[in-house]
């Protein structure tokens, strides 16, 4: 005959299968529904990435250009998501992907210059296009676009983050991975830079 504890653990095995089972399922559905919140939540970044990488490039993409290169940092997004920890902000975080992103299309744009410039077709490049057309501007912010557009893009990178985006020195030092010291520098020449390119063509 057997031992009546076997049988009472035998009869309780099912049922601890079957608590461990509804756990893992409901431990599955939980990370599903955290996955899904932190995808709305990198969407509805989308317009404010759109226009920091806007500003970034100068105000002078196309707007397929402009919106291939947001995909671009919200699919990297995307991707990393789960290595996103908390530990910095979330704007802060995708700023850094935005960053990294124009930098890549930055450099491959020089490289497609040089390019087009090696086979004699320097002048070939299509005119860029304003991403956003707003016909009622403001001529002094006009003018200052323009004047973004002629800095390099080290210069522009740094003026964006400070005084565009309004991130502290702080911040945009851990952003470009600089010390303080090398952003205050950087934002003195670039401003100087940027001076001279807006007095030049006031006195035309």
């Known amino acids: ?16 299968r079957s608590a461990d089972d509804r756990a893992a399922k409901e431990e599955r559905r939980s990370r599903q529904r955290d996955a899904a919140r932190r995808d709305e939540v990198l969407c509805a970044e989308a317009p404010r990435l759109r226009r920091l990488v806007h500003r970034l490039l100068g105000y ?13 940092v919200l699919l990297a997004a995307f991707r990393h998501r789960d290595g996103f920890r908390g530990d910095a902000a979330l704007s802060t975080w995708l700023t850094r992907i935005a960053l990294h992103k124009v930098q890549d299309h930055h450099r491959a744009h020089r490289l497609r210059r040089r390019l087009f410039a090696w086979f004699g077709h320097g002048h070939a490049l299509p005119a860029p296009e304003a991403a956003d057309g707003d016909g009622d501007i403001d001529e002094r912010l006009d003018a200052t676009r323009r004047a973004l557009q002629q800095l390099p893009h080290r210069d522009r990178e740094v003026l964006v983050l400070r005084y565009l ?23 003195s020449r670039a401003r100087k830079r940027l001076r001279a390119i807006l007095d030049r063509e006031g006195e035309r």
């Open 60 to 72: 002078r993409a196309r707007g397929q250009d402009l919106d291939d290169l947001v995909q671009d």
């Open 165 to 187: 985006e309004q991130r502290g020195i702080d911040e945009v030092a851990e952003l470009l991975e600089l010390t303080r010291a090398s952003v205050d520098t950087r934002l």
């Open 1 to 16: 005959m057997p031992h009546l504890a076997a049988v009472w653990n035998s009869a309780d095995r099912p049922d601890d």
